[in-house]
């Protein structure tokens, strides 16, 4: 079957986008040259999706796409607009249409599903497991170029050569910023551990801000004294990590935005695992407790108090910044002792 168009679909958290990104640079690579190439996804990303080679879906197409949700047969009038179409969603687990779309009619359009997360939860990342499922069921390598491309692509469009938090003078260039919220509560390390730890890099004559995103903004964050700035959309966020010396947060997008501009990032984990979310080249820091992780995907975490982010200390989270800062080092401590530590429970 001659496949007229390609149509890429995730509709996931910033995140979880950011690190199927490789995939749609795959898919493109495989098929620009043989067919249209369109985005049907959460809108706020489809200039990233065009930096890999995709345009937005039209409207037709995209009304087409959501009727996925509901629909149990190809053989319904609402889905014309997909006949002819090879259609590639990625999501977290399961498909989030009627298992039947998968199998493909005469006349209908071929449907293939990449999960990120294993089935067991366990035992290779999000990132590997994509990877397979690229393999497995498109037949397609996991493009190992793929932060190079983005930085071109995508820098060159903010007018950035790349990360330009660089060295001056044995001075360190560039913003440290730190990442406060998180998509879900439980994975929020507290405020005022940022607040502490940003003053601490303050006093230290280091650039410093927080960086608040909507979810703070609502909720009233009170940054008190210490810079911080609220980029207005997604690619002004993408501008201010590739600008950055370093940046800091919890298990969450802009510190996977941070791995696909070279720029260094220190993670804290506490619900989720590390061994499954852990962006590419990040610094690690683990909640220091038996419980965790309890959660692959942030779904069913039950716990009133967040123990274990309040686990992680400040002490060891400004160790581990200014690890990340001493560009004298080849690689910064925590990055060589990575590997090992995700060999232990995550």
């Known amino acids: 079957m001659h496949d007229d168009k390609i149509i890429l679909v995730h509709n996931g958290a910033l995140g979880d986008f950011?690190?199927?990104?490789?995939?749609?640079?795959?898919?493109?690579?495989?098929?620009?040259?043989?067919?249209?190439?369109?985005?049907?996804?959460r809108e706020p990303y489809a200039p990233w999706a065009a930096a890999a080679g995709f345009q937005p879906a039209p409207g037709e197409t995209r009304a087409a796409v959501e009727r996925l949700y509901g629909a149990s047969s190809w053989d319904t009038p609402a889905l014309a607009p997909l006949a002819g179409s090879?259609?590639?969603?990625?999501?977290l687990r399961t498909p989030p249409f009627d298992a039947a779309l998968l199998?493909?009619?005469?006349?209908?359009?071929?449907?293939?599903?990449?999960?990120?997360?294993?089935?067991?939860?366990?035992?290779?990342?999000?990132?590997?497991?994509?990877?397979?499922?690229?393999?497995?069921?498109?037949?397609?390598?996991?493009?190992?170029?793929?932060?190079t491309v983005w930085q071109e692509r995508v820098a060159r469009w903010h007018g950035l050569n790349g990360r330009n938090g660089d060295e001056k003078n044995g001075e360190i260039g560039g913003d440290?910023?730190?990442?406060?919220?998180?998509?879900?509560?439980?994975?929020?390390?507290p405020a005022q551990r940022w607040l502490d730890l940003a003053r601490r890099l303050l006093d230290r004559g280091l650039s410093c801000r927080l960086v608040l995103?909507?979810?703070?903004?609502?909720?009233?964050?009170?940054?008190?004294?210490?810079?911080?700035?609220?980029?207005?959309?997604?690619?002004?966020?993408?501008?201010?990590?590739?600008?950055?010396?370093?940046?800091?947060?919890?298990?969450?997008?802009?510190?996977?935005?941070?791995?696909?501009?070279?720029?260094?990032?220190?993670?804290?984990?506490?619900?989720?695992?590390a061994r499954l979310w852990a962006p590419a080249?990040?610094?690690?820091?683990?909640?220091?407790?038996?419980?965790r992780p309890c959660s692959t995907t942030t779904h069913g975490i039950a716990c009133a108090e967040r123990d274990c982010m309040e686990s992680i200390a400040v002490d060891a989270v400004e160790k581990s910044v200014l690890e990340i800062l001493d560009v004298k080092k080849e690689k910064p401590a925590c990055l060589s002792s990575q590997t090992s530590r995700l060999l232990q429970k995550q």
């Not at 397979?132 to 932060?147: C, F, G, H, Q, T």
């Not at 080249?281 to 419980?291: G, M, Y």
């Open 176 to 189: 440290v910023l730190l990442f406060p919220g998180a998509g879900h509560r439980a994975k929020e390390w």
């Open 281 to 291: 080249e990040a610094c690690i820091l683990r909640a220091n407790v038996d419980c």
């Open 86 to 91: 090879r259609i590639i969603w990625i999501g």
């Open 103 to 147: 199998h493909a009619t005469d006349g209908g359009a071929r449907l293939t599903f990449l999960p990120m997360v294993p089935e067991d939860g366990g035992g290779e990342s999000v990132r590997a497991h994509l990877a397979r499922m690229l393999d497995e069921r498109l037949a397609l390598p996991w493009p190992e170029d793929a932060a």
């Open 213 to 273: 995103g909507p979810v703070e903004l609502e909720r009233g964050f009170d940054a008190q004294s210490v810079p911080a700035i609220a980029p207005p959309s997604l690619a002004e966020l993408i501008e201010r990590i590739a600008e950055a010396a370093a940046v800091a947060g919890a298990d969450t997008g802009p510190m996977h935005a941070a791995a696909l501009t070279g720029t260094p990032a220190l993670a804290l984990f506490g619900p989720t695992g």
């Open 18 to 41: 950011l690190i199927a990104w490789p995939a749609l640079l795959a898919v493109a690579r495989q098929y620009g040259n043989e067919a249209a190439l369109l985005y049907a996804g």
